[in-house]
């Protein structure tokens, strides 16, 4: 059985635009691979996950990133992209009701929860068979053109999700 699949145009603006964004997406792809090298973060990515990174997208957002299914619970962490705003988006989903646990983060993680609610209002908030935590860092332009961009986004993943495995052990 085939199955057909619409495949958009590769029109001039859609081939300037992914030429223009091949570099990001390559060099993103190497700060994902340098998360093995990160004890917290190899808690949640495996190595062949790293090697990987997905894109995404719905009507509004464009996402880039890895994620995994570990120890019971899924991640994932990457870049989320739109007209507005750009930034980091880490998102950890684990097995029960662990809401009330949310309060032990430290204020770095519950500031980046905020963000992350203000722009996706939406997103999953948690059930008694789960527990859904969204982080988001709006990138302001001086950090997403410095050379040291990558820096800064793997130290905020390893802030991030090393307060979530402290807290949520």
Not at 126 to 132: F, R
């Amino acid at each position: 059985m085939i199955c057909h699949v619409d495949i958009p145009p590769l029109t001039r603006d859609l081939r300037q635009n992914f030429a223009n964004s091949a570099l990001f997406l390559e060099n993103a792809k190497g700060l994902f691979h340098r998360f093995a090298h990160d004890s917290n973060l190899r808690t949640f990515f495996r190595p062949f996950a790293l090697w990987r990174p997905t894109v995404g997208f719905d009507e509004n957002m464009a996402w880039y990133g890895v994620w995994d299914t570990r120890n019971g619970r899924w991640a994932y962490a990457g870049f989320f992209i739109n007209e507005d705003a750009t930034g980091l988006y880490a998102y950890i989903e684990y097995p029960g009701d662990r809401r009330d646990e949310r309060a032990k983060l430290d204020k770095v993680s519950k500031a980046a929860l905020e963000q992350a609610r203000v722009l996706f209002p939406n997103g999953k908030s948690g059930d008694s068979h789960k527990t859904w935590l969204s982080f988001a860092r709006i990138l302001e332009p001086e950090i997403v053109e410095s050379k040291e961009s990558s820096d800064y986004y793997l130290e905020w993943f390893t802030r991030i999700l090393s307060d979530v495995k402290q807290v949520f052990r």
